[in-house]
């Protein structure tokens, strides 16, 4: 494996920086364009974003506290998309599911090129101009990445601050520097503020600091290690510690909870989540080694679909080939040893909330990209060395193979964002039609609610409505295609009548989201009457 270039910035980064930028943003521009809706957690956030608006100081109605106590999230991105969305609401005609959705996705267009820069300044500690670039270019464009860092969802904005952090973490075990540990802590804190996983970093620190201490030729004086080591800490808790005073949790997320109840009791089983690599099905008993084993074989399924496929082959040749060199430089252990305190924890989570999902795995394939391109790099120098003749072909198979996987990642990455959603998108603009006061809509799926402006509602004064008057409760319902959950999901399961269904040329039975409407029941779900 050749020796990475110097690791000073030169004209050449700078412009292969705005080739990523012209190359990465048609893809971002194009998602954009091409959503059919947001994703679900997205509907959360703008919840908690329109919450905060809510906030009254002066008649102490509604505090940031009350605010922060009652969202399972961490509150970076939805304050982020709060202010994208003042500008968007007031050039685009106020308070709509569309410009709430556009807000959430702008924040991460610009979130996804910021991401760019400390992506590549990253790998430029390690590797060369070409590396970088490659490696860069290619986690934009992996589905996994081109898909997620597009969608209304926090990772985006988590990530910049999360290899911001990174970036600075190497530094600082590098030149045992107090302003490098003071940066290094304030994008851990900004990292820990968006998700709870951005204070992982803080650990990683300080062992690597106390480690470096045991090898002479790593070795700095004792005091200037716990200098580095209070100053990395002390800023992190500083800029992190509003969110812990006013929750009184490190965490209020589910997934953090999971793990801290269910640690007395791992024989425990939670509930499946779509969407994500089940470890087990409820009631499933496999024993601590068994389901590490499964836990272990639900991530390698997320690992490779992350690095869709083939990716992870030249990933694996590329550590390989790369770790005689790499494993001299103490900043590659801070990151070896970040990589794998977040595995383990992927491990824990799979074995006790029986679930790992894509987005968990995001970091861990973003390493892996450069990896990846060092690999496919390598393999052609590797396979000429036989024929000698033949080595200045390398440059050019590499160059093929690069661009060859870019091409095979592109049907998927340029998917519509939740093109099978149109249903659901469909009944939420039928509904928004329909809608009187006092109707209640009950959806499982949360879209259709969300587009007839049911989240708008919520922080409305309800309607007092006549005496005689009885509103409606529609029930949207969407058709699972997963069979065991199909068949629960009869007519019979399902009060009042059909009225509306889509695709609207299929057949009832056939229909994909249909909506049933029945008189609001007042025991049940009662409104304000005069």
Same mark, same amino acid.
């Given at each position: 494996?050749?020796?990475?270039?110097?690791?000073?910035?030169?004209?050449?980064?700078?412009?292969?920086?705005?080739?990523?930028?012209?190359?990465?943003?048609?893809?971002?521009?194009?998602?954009?364009?091409?959503?059919?809706?947001?994703?679900?957690?997205?509907?959360?956030?703008?919840?908690?974003?329109?919450?905060?608006?809510?906030?009254?100081?002066?008649?102490?109605?509604?505090?940031?506290?009350?605010?922060? &106590?009652?969202?399972?999230?961490?509150?970076?991105?939805?304050?982020?998309?709060?202010?994208?969305?003042?500008?968007?609401?007031?050039?685009?005609?106020?308070?709509?599911?569309?410009?709430?959705?556009?807000?959430?996705?702008?924040?991460?267009?610009?979130?996804?090129?910021?991401?760019?820069?400390?992506?590549?300044?990253?790998?430029?500690?390690?590797?060369?101009?070409?590396?970088?670039?490659?490696?860069?270019?290619?986690?934009?464009?992996?589905?996994?990445?081109?898909?997620?860092?597009?969608?209304?969802?926090?990772?985006?904005?988590?990530?910049?601050?999360?290899?911001?952090?990174?970036?600075?973490?190497?530094?600082? +075990?590098?030149?045992?520097? +107090?302003?490098?540990?003071?940066?290094?802590?304030?994008?851990?804190?900004?990292?820990?503020?968006?998700?709870?996983?951005?204070?992982?970093?803080?650990?990683?620190?300080?062992?690597?600091?106390?480690?470096?201490?045991?090898?002479?030729?790593?070795?700095?004086?004792?005091?200037?290690?716990?200098?580095?080591?209070?100053?990395?800490?002390?800023?992190?808790?500083?800029?992190?510690?509003?969110?812990?005073?006013?929750?009184?949790?490190?965490?209020?997320?589910?997934?953090?909870?999971?793990? &801290?109840?269910?640690?007395?009791?791992?024989?425990?089983?939670?509930?499946?989540?779509?969407?994500?690599?089940?470890?087990?099905?409820?009631?499933?008993?496999?024993?601590?080694?068994?389901?590490?084993?499964?836990?272990?074989?639900?991530?390698?399924?997320?690992?490779?679909?992350?690095?869709?496929?083939?990716?992870?082959?030249?990933?694996?040749?590329?550590?390989?080939?790369?770790?005689?060199?790499?494993?001299?430089?103490?900043?590659?252990?801070?990151?070896?040893?970040?990589?794998?305190?977040?595995?383990?924890?992927?491990?824990?989570?799979?074995?006790?909330?029986?679930?790992?999902?894509?987005?968990?795995?995001?970091?861990? +394939?973003?390493?892996?990209?450069?990896?990846?391109?060092?690999?496919?790099?390598?393999?052609?120098?590797?396979?000429?060395?036989?024929?000698?003749?033949?080595?200045?072909?390398?440059?050019?198979?590499?160059? +093929?193979?690069?661009?060859?996987?870019?091409?095979?990642?592109?049907?998927?990455?340029?998917?519509?964002?939740?093109?099978?959603?149109?249903?659901?998108?469909?009944?939420?603009?039928?509904?928004?039609?329909?809608?009187?006061?006092?109707?209640?809509?009950?959806?499982?799926?949360?879209?259709?609610?969300?587009?007839?402006?049911?989240?708008?509602?919520?922080?409305?004064?309800?309607?007092?409505?006549?005496?005689?008057?009885?509103?409606?409760?529609?029930?949207?319902?969407?058709?699972?295609?997963?069979?065991?959950?199909?068949?629960?999901?009869?007519?019979?399961?399902?009060?009042?009548?059909?009225?509306?269904?889509?695709?609207?040329?299929?057949?009832?039975?056939?229909?994909?989201?249909?909506?049933?409407?029945?008189?609001?029941?007042?025991?049940?779900?009662?409104?304000?009457?005069?």
């Amino acid at each position: 494996m050749e020796e990475a270039e110097p690791r000073s910035i030169t004209r050449r980064d700078w412009l292969l920086l705005a080739a990523l930028f012209a190359l990465v943003l048609p893809l971002r521009l194009w998602l954009l364009s091409n959503t059919e809706v947001t994703a679900r957690d997205s509907i959360g956030y703008i919840r908690y974003a329109l919450q905060f608006e809510q906030v009254d100081a002066a008649n102490q109605r509604v505090s940031y506290q009350t605010v922060l &106590k009652n969202n399972h999230q961490h509150p970076g991105y939805p304050l982020l998309v709060l202010a994208m969305s003042q500008p968007v609401r007031a050039w685009n005609g106020g308070l709509t599911a569309e410009n709430m959705e556009l807000s959430t996705q702008l924040v991460n267009l610009i979130a996804s090129l910021l991401l760019i820069l400390p992506m590549y300044f990253l790998a430029r500690q390690f590797f060369d101009c070409t590396v970088s670039f490659g490696g860069t270019l290619l986690y934009q464009y992996l589905p996994i990445s081109a898909q997620n860092l597009s969608d209304g969802i926090s990772e985006p904005v988590y990530l910049v601050m999360l290899v911001s952090g990174l970036l600075q973490l190497v530094h600082a +075990v590098r030149e045992r520097s +107090v302003w490098r540990a003071m940066l290094c802590g304030l994008f851990t804190g900004l990292a820990y503020l968006t998700r709870p996983e951005g204070a992982l970093i803080l650990p990683t620190f300080g062992v690597v600091l106390i480690a470096l201490q045991l090898r002479a030729s790593w070795r700095c004086p004792w005091r200037q290690c716990l200098e580095c080591v209070a100053a990395g800490a002390v800023t992190a808790a500083l800029v992190g510690a509003p969110y812990y005073i006013s929750t009184g949790n490190f965490s209020n997320k589910p997934t953090v909870n999971v793990i &801290k109840q269910m640690a007395d009791a791992p024989r425990a089983t939670a509930s499946p989540i779509l969407f994500a690599a089940t470890v087990a099905r409820p009631g499933q008993e496999h024993g601590s080694a068994g389901m590490l084993a499964r836990s272990a074989w639900a991530l390698g399924v997320e690992m490779n679909q992350g690095f869709h496929y083939v990716a992870g082959v030249f990933a694996v040749l590329g550590f390989v080939w790369s770790f005689s060199r790499l494993r001299r430089d103490p900043g590659f252990w801070a990151l070896l040893l970040y990589a794998l305190l977040h595995t383990i924890i992927l491990l824990r989570l799979g074995m006790l909330a029986n679930y790992i999902s894509d987005r968990h795995v995001m970091i861990l +394939v973003l390493g892996g990209t450069y990896f990846a391109v060092a690999g496919m790099r390598e393999l052609p120098l590797r396979l000429l060395a036989l024929a000698p003749s033949r080595a200045n072909f390398a440059p050019f198979a590499f160059g +093929v193979v690069f661009i060859a996987l870019i091409a095979f990642c592109l049907p998927k990455a340029l998917q519509r964002l939740h093109g099978n959603r149109l249903p659901n998108h469909e009944a939420g603009l039928w509904l928004a039609d329909q809608f009187q006061d006092g109707d209640h809509i009950d959806d499982d799926h949360a879209w259709s609610h969300f587009f007839a402006g049911g989240i708008f509602r919520e922080s409305q004064r309800p309607p007092v409505l006549p005496m005689e008057y009885v509103p409606t409760t529609w029930t949207v319902l969407t058709r699972s295609r997963d069979t065991e959950i199909a068949k629960h999901q009869t007519e019979a399961s399902v009060p009042g009548r059909a009225v509306k269904w889509w695709p609207e040329s299929s057949d009832l039975q056939n229909a994909r989201v249909v909506v049933y409407s029945q008189p609001r029941d007042w025991d049940k779900n009662r409104w304000n009457k005069k």
